[in-house]
């Protein structure tokens, strides 16, 4: 969860590294970063989830560990970030459809009234599906992350031989 958290975000900011290191190294980098640091992660995630097979098990490890203070903290303190993570999305999104638009002029959609009522309509959705239980954001945690990331894909088949390693 802290890693698709993570990593989620899209691709703001990607052109500047693109730019500075090049498309081939640019991918490689991209394609390689799980292996050096997602790989290790994953695999701690996947031992601790064995030791303490249950809900919050990463808070019961803590609690074990250390105090049952800490563990709360630690939990609560997880659920704010959650809430304040899933705060950025509706805005990002809302950047995402303006950037693709244009910003030719005043238009309705950079009214701070309109962008208020956005981001709540999609925190309110975001909150439902949350609240219909986690097999069904699975799911749809799975059709968004291939719909996000079938055009950088394809982008990179179908650029791939045209690099030029000079």
């Known amino acids: 969860y802290w890693f698709f958290k993570g990593v989620s975000r899209g691709s703001f900011g990607c052109k500047g590294v693109v730019k500075t290191a090049g498309p081939f190294y640019a991918i490689l980098g991209f394609a390689g970063f799980p292996l050096v640091w997602c790989l290790q992660e994953a695999l701690v995630t996947a031992e601790l989830g064995l030791a ?5 098990g ?3 490890w803590i609690e074990e560990a ?3 203070c ?3 903290l630690c939990g609560y303190l997880d659920w704010v970030s959650g809430a304040t993570d899933n705060a950025i999305y509706p805005s990002l999104f809302l950047e995402y459809l303006l950037s693709y638009i244009g910003r030719g002029g005043e238009t309705f959609l950079q009214h701070p009234s309109w962008c208020f009522c956005f981001s ?5 959705a975001l909150a439902l599906i949350n609240y219909m239980g986690l097999e069904v954001v699975g799911i749809l945690s799975i059709v968004v992350c291939v719909i996000s990331m079938s055009p950088f894909l ?3 088949m179908f650029g791939l031989p ?3 390693l000079a």
Do not use: H, Q, R, W
């Open 52 to 56: 303490y097979p249950e809900p919050s």
């Open 58 to 60: 990463a808070i019961a």
């Open 66 to 68: 250390f105090v049952p």
């Open 70 to 72: 800490a563990g709360l």
């Open 120 to 124: 709540g309509v999609i925190s309110a």
């Open 154 to 156: 394809l982008l990179s």
């Open 162 to 164: 045209k690099v030029d």
